[in-house]
């Protein structure tokens, strides 16, 4: 259905900020939820950011990290701040076409992935 890219990873200190970009092909997502995930080396895949008609977030990132769309662009984005060694993983956004999961944090749900995107904070 609807083809997702991610970009804008890449290396930064601790502290530092990152913005990434998803941006989505095919189909257009601006009824959908959308979703950022990251995966560290040897952990599940786990929620960060998600939006729909609202926007929510992983309690660890509440803070720090900001997601939004440009649905003109059908594009996608979180912007990361203040970013902590702990955030370093491989960033996939994610889209799913159920419109009743306004606010769900579950991998399951999200139909469509991107390849991936790599972020490493250093210490």
């Known amino acids: 259905q609807v083809q997702l890219v991610e970009s804008g990873g890449g290396l930064v200190q601790a502290g530092g900020s990152l913005r990434l970009s998803c941006a989505a092909s095919?189909?257009?997502?601006?009824?959908?939820?959308i979703g950022w995930f990251r995966q560290a080396p040897g952990k599940e895949r786990e929620f960060v950011a998600g939006i729909s008609w609202t926007t929510y977030y992983a309690d660890s990132v509440k803070a720090r990290f900001t997601i939004s769309r440009d649905n003109a662009k059908n594009t996608m984005y979180l912007q990361m701040n203040s970013l902590k060694p702990e955030d370093t993983a491989v960033y996939y956004c994610?889209?799913?076409?159920?419109?009743?999961?306004?606010?769900?944090?579950?991998?399951?749900?999200?139909?469509?992935w991107g390849q991936g995107t790599q972020v490493t904070v250093s210490s």
């Open positions: 095919g189909r257009t997502f601006s009824a959908y939820t």
């Open positions: 994610a889209a799913t076409d159920r419109r009743g999961l306004v606010a769900t944090r579950q991998r399951t749900d999200f139909g469509s």
